[in-house]
C-alpha cells in the first residue's frame, strides 16, 4: 500500500489483481515465436552434434559418430517435446487463475 502526495492510498494491482487469460491471437503469436526460437536452438544442437560427429571428428569409430548424432537427436526431441507440453499448461493455469480470482503463482 501507497501513500501519495494528495492523501489517496492507492494498492498496487488494485484494478486487476489477476492477470487475464490471453487473447487467442497474441497467445498464438507467442506460441509460434517460442516454435521458431525452439527450431533454430535445436538446430544449433543438431549442427555442433554433426561437427563434432564428422567435420572435426573425435574418433574415427562409426558407431560413436553416429552414438553422438542420436544424443543430439533425443535432447533435440526432448527439448522440443517439453516445450510444446508446458504451453498448454501455462495457459490452462492461466484460466483457472481468471476464474478462481488467485494469482498463479
Not at 6 to 28: S, T
Request: glycine share 4%.
Amino acid at each position: 500500500m501507497t501513500f501519495y502526495p494528495d492523501g489517496e492510498v492507492r494498492i498496487p494491482h488494485e484494478k486487476d489483481p489477476v492477470p487475464q487469460p490471453d487473447d487467442p491471437a497474441v497467445a498464438a503469436r507467442r506460441f509460434t515465436r517460442l516454435l521458431v526460437r525452439t527450431a533454430f536452438i535445436n538446430g544449433v544442437i543438431l549442427a555442433v552434434a554433426v561437427i563434432i560427429a564428422y567435420v572435426v571428428p573425435v574418433t574415427d569409430d562409426e558407431n560413436v559418430q553416429l552414438a553422438v548424432i542420436l544424443v543430439a537427436a533425443l535432447v533435440c526431441a526432448a527439448h522440443m517435446s517439453w516445450i510444446v507440453l508446458r504451453d498448454p499448461h501455462r495457459r490452462s493455469r492461466a484460466v483457472e487463475a481468471a476464474r478462481t480470482g488467485l494469482y498463479p503463482g
